[in-house]
């Protein structure tokens, strides 16, 4: 009886660890739009992860970006699995890749600002024709290429921007008067020291919009996209993870979905995207 019992019992064994193994090893990639320094990111998106894996039994592996056109270029040619991304680089990625919203943050929505020193004499706006105006990169949606495109169309004036990678370079530019103005969003300047925030002030402000989403690439299977999804609104209800979330500008998860960003291809920016090389 043991003698026949045993390839039976090797059999399943065998099974059973197959599928144990074939289960979560693809190394999913996970690209961040870099407004913050890279170990800033990986210190604020790893815990995040690294709890991903832990609910979804996958693998996850964060790739660093030096600039916004760097990480732009990464996923407009689909060399990352997830990207947690712009507004706009949603309706960009979705054009050219095919990537699909997976969750967003559901309690607060994007506001780019236009920030001056404190004790700058500029109160107005249109005081800052033909100024050098700070940037993160020319598609950091509400930073800059919304903002670049309500000045010259709406308030009609003109500026000399200048692009300095991340957004915590854009309010330094400013602090330190090598750019008269400088382009962000409300959340990442409210991220920046009180000792920062209280040297500037904003002078203008775009309308708001959903905000950045983490889309996933069609080729990963609708099945992880949902288990990711899942995971990030689970993470959400336990205390210990929910101050990540808030950490990584994803407070309260909520499912994303192109809808949320379809109107933005209706804006006419086009012409104010800039794609690298």
């Known amino acids: ?17 197959l599928a144990l193994t074939a289960h979560g090893q693809t190394t999913w990639t996970v690209g961040i739009v ?39 270029t990464a996923f407009l040619n689909g060399e990352v699995d997830l990207a947690y991304m712009n ?44 100024a050098t105006v700070a940037f993160p990169a020319p598609n950091a949606f509400g930073a800059s290429l919304y903002m670049r495109a309500l000045l010259a169309e709406r308030e009609q004036i003109k500026i000399e921007p200048t692009y300095v990678k991340t957004h915590s370079n854009v309010y330094r530019h400013v602090v330190n008067g090598r750019a008269q103005a400088g382009g962000g969003v409300r959340r990442t300047f409210e991220r920046e020291t009180p000792e920062l925030q209280a040297q500037l002030r904003v002078v203008y402000q775009t309308p708001d919009t959903y905000p950045h989403p983490l889309a996933a ?28 979330l808030e950490a990584i500008q994803i407070a309260e998860p909520v499912v994303a979905s192109h809808e949320d960003y379809a109107e933005l291809a209706e804006l006419g920016l086009e012409s104010f995207v800039v794609i690298a090389d």
């Open 217 to 244: 690439h069609p080729r990963m299977p609708a099945n992880v996209r949902a288990e990711v999804q899942a995971a990030f609104l689970r993470l959400a209800e336990q205390p210990a993870t929910a101050t990540l």
């Open 34 to 72: 870099p407004q913050f320094p890279p170990e800033q990111i990986f210190r604020t998106w790893s815990p995040i992860l690294k709890a991903l894996s832990r609910l979804t039994n996958e693998r996850f592996e964060l790739h660093s970006f030096n600039s916004i056109p760097e990480f732009e």
């Open 1 to 17: 009886m043991q003698v026949q019992l045993l390839p039976r019992l090797v059999l399943l064994c065998l099974l059973a660890f």
């Open 87 to 130: 507004p706009y680089h949603a309706v960009m990625a979705r054009e050219v890749a095919g990537y699909i919203p997976i969750v967003r943050d559901g309690k607060r929505r994007l506001s780019g600002i236009l920030v001056v020193r404190r004790d700058s004499p500029i109160t107005d706006v249109r005081q800052l024709d033909g």
